[in-house]
């Protein structure tokens, strides 16, 4: 085994630390996020793939703690992980938004298609006839401006 390969049981130790992510205590969501930051290197593989949870405070929390760390990790942003981080682009959380938004800008150009594609389903869901939305004085008819 090299120096530089993380060691299987910080790996293991650092998946653990990820399902605390969710725990419903958050002095025990607090400490995990704490411990995955301070193990560094190790913890960045299973932070990543935790960015594309289903619950969104073990997304939030992960984001929370690759964004404390001063480590490259958007190289191991995989589709699923910026999808997660798209969609949550339109949480109603006003902690996730901002997060998910970070860290997009820190996985950089490759999202920015699939970015493009989300903002166009999600308008093509939304309605049939929908588009960007654009102000314009002169459509506002009635309303106070």
Not at 9 to 29: H, P, W
Not at 102 to 109: C, N, Q, T
């Amino acid at each position: 085994m090299t120096e530089n390969r993380p060691r299987r049981g910080n790996a293991n130790k650092a998946l653990l630390l990820v399902a605390d992510l969710g725990d419903r205590d958050e002095k025990k969501r607090i400490s995990a996020r704490e411990s995955l930051v301070a193990m560094g290197k190790p913890a960045v593989g299973a932070l990543v793939k935790a960015l594309a949870d289903k619950n969104k405070i073990v997304r939030l929390e992960a984001s929370k703690a690759l964004n404390k760390m001063d480590l490259p990790w958007s190289e191991k942003a995989d589709a699923s992980v910026i999808s997660a981080l798209i969609s949550d682009l339109a949480s109603d959380d006003g902690f996730v938004r901002p997060l998910a938004r970070k860290s997009l800008v820190a996985i950089g150009h490759d999202t920015i298609d699939q970015l493009i594609e989300a903002i166009h389903a999600f308008t093509d869901a939304y309605n049939e006839n929908a588009a960007p939305f654009v102000w314009r004085k002169r459509e506002v008819r009635g309303a106070q401006l």
